[in-house]
């Protein structure tokens, strides 16, 4: 079944100093100011779609890591991910970098990577950035 989640964004200015802010629609979990400092500089209280864009990433490479260990027959006893979502100003959005940490009980080393480099692969937010650069530092804690 198909799904279509929802926000929209207001803008007032110019881009140096103006600002607006986008809401998130589908969940109604609020209302976010973005600035195009927030994008270049320091946030100061403020996103950018980078960061949207790093949430969804790491969000999702988390599902799809859980859904190919699961599928593989292997639990976590916890899954950590975060996504870095690198802006280059005239160049646009040039990387994204996964860091997971987790820990298996009784999975290889081997096929933690396989699982890894797979959910990172099948990850559908890792198809829709399929133009720039997705690095991935997996680590299997102890």
Known sequence: MAATRNAHAGWVGDLPTGGGQVTLDSSELGTFDITWKARTEASEGKTSPEELIAAAHSS?????????????????????????????????????????????????????????????????????????????????EA
């Open 60 to 140: 999702c490479f988390a599902m799809a890591f859980s859904h190919e260990l699961s599928g593989a027959g292997f639990a976590a006893e916890y899954v950590n991910t975060s996504a870095a979502v690198t802006f280059v100003p005239g160049t646009g959005i040039t990387g994204s970098h996964l860091t997971l940490a987790t820990k298996i009980p009784g999975i290889s080393q081997e096929d933690f990577d396989k699982i890894a480099n797979g959910a990172k692969a099948g990850c559908p937010v890792s198809a829709a950035l399929a133009g720039v650069e997705i690095t991935l530092d997996a680590t299997l």
